[in-house]
Structures are given as C-alpha cells and as structure tokens.
C-alpha cells in the first residue's frame, strides 16, 4: 500500500480549509484516510499552517512522500528541514541550532520583502503626486467639440426649387 501526505479540502464553498492526511494513494481526494497529520487554512493573512510533528514524521519514516503541495506546506514550517537534519544523523542540539538559524533567516527575508512592499508603494503614491501636480500645471485647454467622423461636417448647398 502506497501512503501519501496529501491535503483533504474541508470548509464551504469559496471558503476552502484543508486537513493534511495519510491516506492510501488510490482512494479519492476527500475520501478514506488513515490518519490526520495537520490543518492547513489558506484564508488567514498570512496561511494558518499547523502540523503535528510527531505524526508527520512517523510517517515520513514508513516512506509515506508528500505530495508536492505538501511537501511545500513542510518546507515553510521548517518541518522538512528538520526532517532533513534528523536523517543526515545529527544530534538533538546541533538540530536545534541549525532550525534557529533558518528561522532567524526567514523572519529577516519577511522584513526585506515587507520594506521592499512598503518601498514600492511610497514610489508609486510619489509617481502618481508628480502626475497629478503636472496635469494641474499645465493649462487645460477649451475643450474642441469633436464629431463623430473626426473631420468637420461640409456645408451643404441650399436646394433649387
């Protein structure tokens, strides 16, 4: 029996939430699993994504693979680095050193990319100020009555009676 760890959609219509799941690989979607591994919640700002460790790893170690979506679930918890950590063979403390380190990282690479948010907004609010100030510079000219043909109607000739 192939396991995977593969997310089940639960929640109402347009407002999805997902479990992540064992489940066999030929059962359907939001069929029969084995056992629930997480929650996953891609409404909140930003994703709710929780994990129990200790199950996610069990069943990592039975060689049950993650779907990608999951596997990417994994990856910004900080799970599969860990698990990467544990089956490379080192200690409990050396693991805990290395995680810290990867999460100060990411905490840094949030506050780049939340400057860098705040950054271009500042340009495009001052780009669209400078826009505003040269329409108003400029004087407006008497609007041209336009016709629909764009070119201006011909006189027409009196008619001969």
């Given at each position: 029996?192939a ?25 359907p ?8 591994v ?10 709710e ?14 060689g ?16 599969w ?25 990411q905490?840094a ?42 070119t201006q ?9």
């Amino acid at each position: 029996m192939a396991v995977r760890l593969r997310l089940k959609r639960t929640g109402r219509r347009n407002q999805p939430s997902y479990k992540v799941v064992a489940a066999d690989s030929r059962s359907p979607r939001d069929g029969r699993f084995i056992e629930s591994v997480g929650t996953y919640n891609p409404l909140r700002n930003p994703a709710e994504i929780k994990f129990n460790e200790e199950k996610a790893f069990k069943w990592l170690k039975r060689g049950a693979l993650p779907t990608d979506t999951v596997r990417s679930l994994l990856r910004k918890s900080g799970l599969w680095y860990k698990w990467y950590l544990l089956k490379k063979g080192l200690d409990e403390s050396d693991v805990v050193q290395k995680l810290s380190e990867w999460q100060a990282a990411q905490e840094a690479k949030l506050a780049r990319d939340a400057e860098r948010k705040q950054r271009h907004k500042a340009v495009k609010k001052a780009k669209k100020a400078t826009e505003t100030k040269a329409a108003e510079a400029t004087p407006a000219a008497a609007p041209q009555p336009e016709s629909s043909t764009g070119t201006q109607p011909a006189e027409t000739a009196p008619a001969a009676s």
